[in-house]
């Protein structure tokens, strides 16, 4: 049996990098599952290898949130919800753009916003389950040319830490935990932000800042994000998982080397 059988869940952002390996790995133990994205093909092709239901969805469309729902519940209710749909703009917070500091908190914040507000009810009514939101090592400490970008995983971060509390204060057997990765070997690194020159190489990256030396897989996220869907976390809400090859941790090295 799968760690996940009989569960049903929605996946936001699916149809590549960490969204996809989470709908490979939550599938393969069993889960039934909901993924959107904006990715039609991508979305669509992922859905038919893992048995699931692809919804085309901007998660900042409240109006789209109730057919991604029923879309769910038509499966046999909700247990899993995983908000990990993302983007990233990279660049001095002074010279950004009041569009694009509002596009990212729209879809990093109102989007899981959107998440919890659709989907703790037909959790609740479906007996419980798990809320992964997906955060960052951005969440958690500050970086130069990610200012907007931390302060919308940090918003995450807390936001989860808060629905937390409320789901333990109303015993709804619902437990809310955030995953934080790091540096992360993703399609993501391959798109242009503003200002770049060219596209960013993960394994670069985390030769330079991760203290084990390699960009982390999207399935060591999606593996983190099954303990947290199964009964193997059973005790764990508002915490934070963090993913990152030590980059949290400090440095590399002896004092005056």
Not at 72 to 99: F, K, T, W, Y
Not at 160 to 183: F, M, T, W
Not at 188 to 210: C, Q, R
């Amino acid at each position: 049996m799968g760690q996940l059988d009989g569960r049903i869940g929605i996946i936001t952002g699916a149809a590549s990098g960490i969204g996809a390996a989470c709908a490979r790995v939550l599938s393969r133990e069993g889960a039934k599952l909901v993924l959107t994205d904006l990715d039609d093909a991508a979305g669509q092709r992922l859905a038919e290898q893992t048995g699931g239901v692809y919804r085309h969805h901007d998660v900042t469309d409240e109006a789209g949130w109730p057919a991604v729902i029923a879309a769910a519940e038509r499966l046999g209710g909700l247990h899993i919800l995983v908000a990990n749909a993302g983007i990233g703009i990279m660049g001095s917070a002074i010279d950004m753009s009041l569009a694009d500091w509002r596009r990212q908190m729209a879809v990093n914040v109102d989007g899981v916003f959107l998440t919890v507000k659709y989907g703790i009810p037909p959790m609740r009514r479906s007996g419980g389950g798990s809320v992964v939101m997906m955060s960052s090592v951005a969440g958690i400490r500050g970086s130069a040319n990610l200012a907007g970008y931390s302060a919308t995983k940090g918003a995450v971060r807390l936001f989860a830490k808060s629905i937390a509390l409320e789901c333990a204060g109303a015993r709804d057997n619902i437990r809310v935990n955030s995953v934080h990765p790091g540096v992360i070997d993703t399609p993501i690194w391959t798109k242009l932000p503003p200002g770049a020159n060219a596209p960013l190489d993960p394994n670069l990256i985390a030769a330079a800042t991760v203290p084990i030396g390699k960009a982390g897989q999207a399935e060591d996220i999606a593996n983190g994000v099954l303990f947290l869907c199964s009964d193997a976390s059973g005790h764990m809400t508002g915490s934070e998982l963090v993913i990152d090859g030590g980059m949290t941790a400090g440095r590399v090295g002896r004092l005056g080397a």
